[in-house]
């Protein structure tokens, strides 16, 4: 999925659209996605000066947005938004500076109703940096027929 793709999907924008390229995708179960980490991220003139690091909640939201690509690709959720509500367990391994790729997978484990479960990790060539499990409540995006 390319970057116009996924904007048809999810709501986000520059500067919190947080991921670059779906690479894999299984409709409703599973994604897997891409975010590039640039110098010229906003949050970077402020996390850390002459040190800078992504904020692990940007990792927690690229997992999330991830897994709202995997979940309203499906035809059953299409039409619908996907808000963060809550996180489990979540564990932050190393630090994620410029220059570094972020391959994020996510699979979603249930859904009952307009609430549903996930699991998440972050990696950085090979290397864990970011996991943990997620929360997501479903509603019905305004303007939508679906």
Known sequence: MKIEEIMNILPHRYPFLLVDRIIELVPGEKATGIKNISINEPYFAGHFPGQPVMPG??????????????????????????????????????????????????ELSS???TIGKGKGRVTVDGELVCGGEFLFALTQREGSNS
């Open 57 to 106: 909640v940007l990792m927690i939201e690229a997992m999330a947005q991830v897994g709202a690509c995997a979940l309203l690709s499906d035809e059953k959720f299409r039409g619908q938004l996907a808000y963060l509500a809550g996180v489990d367990r979540i564990r932050f391994k190393r630090m994620v500076g410029p220059g570094e790729t972020l391959l994020i997978t996510t």
């Open 111 to 113: 859904i009952k109703g």
